[in-house]
């Protein structure tokens, strides 16, 4: 089972909007409404952003947002502020043999 | 407040075993499954398995099958993530979090990580 499919890196001036792909198959992103997103900063642990798909938990800006089609989830940051700046990493449920897989990871830079 | 207090940093040589620690408060540690996820120096997170401490029910990623053991004393509220012979690529930083589960799928709270060093 590989790891899902996303771009190395994305950017955005303050105030943009930016997207985040993430690619993967049928049996884990297509097959399941279980996809999630996490926001990581240098030195700091993960924290989640987005879940099942497009819900966004409490505290979280709602400038966030999620979605899904086949087999490739997003991510939209709207009005982009410094900081945003951060890796961001997603993740889908791929059956119960397989458990979860995260995707390669994001370097978000805002300019 | 739901929080994951890990075990702190260790330094160990090849070949050594090594038991870290997880700790939850805040909520039922029995009703909800923790995982561990390896994030290898400048790479991306991994999963690696996860835990149910209710039942010690658990569950490995194929590619973490056999290389780690993953359990859980419920009396103390505590996960743990060992290895009885480590390697220079086990060299990481490890994360464990809660992991929301049925009609759902996500690690809603993190531990703040423990740093393990593997080097002769």
Not at chain 1, 45 to 53: H, S
Not at chain 2, 37 to 45: A, S, T, W
Request: contains cysteine; neutral net charge.
């Amino acid at each position: 089972q590989s790891a899902l499919t996303q771009p190395p890196s994305a950017s955005g001036s303050p105030g943009q909007s930016v997207t985040i792909s993430c690619t993967g198959t049928s049996s884990d992103v297509g097959g399941y409404n279980y996809v999630s997103w996490y926001q990581q900063h240098p030195g700091k642990a993960p924290k989640l952003m987005i879940y099942d798909v497009s819900q966004r938990p409490s505290g979280v800006p709602d400038r966030f947002s999620g979605s899904k089609s086949g087999n490739t989830a997003s991510l939209t940051v709207s009005g982009l502020q410094a900081e945003d700046e951060a890796d961001y990493y997603c993740s889908s449920y791929a059956g119960s043999n397989n458990l979860g897989v995260f995707g390669g990871g994001t370097k978000l830079t805002v300019l | 407040e739901v929080q994951l207090v890990q075990s702190g940093a260790e330094v160990k040589k090849p070949g050594e075993s090594l038991k870290i620690s997880c700790k939850g408060s805040g909520y039922s540690f029995t009703n909800y499954w923790i995982g561990w996820v390896r994030q290898m120096p400048g790479k991306g997170l991994e999963w690696m398995g996860i835990i149910y401490p209710g039942d010690s029910d658990t569950r490995y990623r194929p590619s973490f099958q056999g290389q780690v053991t993953i359990s859980a004393d419920k009396s103390l509220n505590t996960a743990y993530l060992q290895w009885s012979s480590l390697k220079a690529s086990d060299t990481a930083m490890y994360y464990c979090a809660r992991l929301l589960w049925f009609g759902e799928f996500h690690f809603d709270c993190w531990g703040q990580g423990t740093l393990v060093t593997v080097s002769s």
